[in-house]
């Protein structure tokens, strides 16, 4: 199983950013899938999470409404699109899939939020 996130960066506060997360090593389209992000000096927390059947969405409190987790099952690729972001979304972002009852994650992408 190999995860691999991209998109991340510095952005100004209101500002947007996708994340990218390229999935290889199983078949992607009948895993749940989720993005975590960790700040520093905090837990690591799951943001969002998307289901293999139907594409079922769920989000953390603080980004509902913000962000929105897509998922293109034709190239094994998640999708995070982040609007009106805000400094308290800083952190390095995760994609993470629960595999043959094993966590795997990705190397992660930093996104700061900053003026």
């Known amino acids: 199983v190999q995860l691999v996130e991209s998109g991340g960066g510095l952005v100004q506060p209101g500002g947007s950013l996708r994340l990218s997360c390229a999935a290889s090593?199983?078949?992607?389209?009948?895993?749940?899938m989720r993005w975590y992000r960790q700040a520093p000096g905090k837990e690591r927390e799951l943001v969002a999470s998307i289901t293999s059947v139907g594409g079922i969405t769920n989000y953390a409190d603080s980004v509902k409404g913000r962000f929105t987790i897509s998922r293109n099952n034709a190239n094994n690729t998640l999708y995070l699109q982040m609007n009106d972001l805000k400094p308290e979304d800083t952190a390095v972002y995760y994609c993470?899939?629960?595999?043959?009852?094993?966590?795997?994650w990705g190397q992660g992408t930093q996104v700061t939020v900053s003026s």
């Open positions: 993470n899939v629960l595999f043959r009852r094993s966590n795997y």
């Open positions: 090593g199983f078949t992607f389209s009948s895993y749940d």
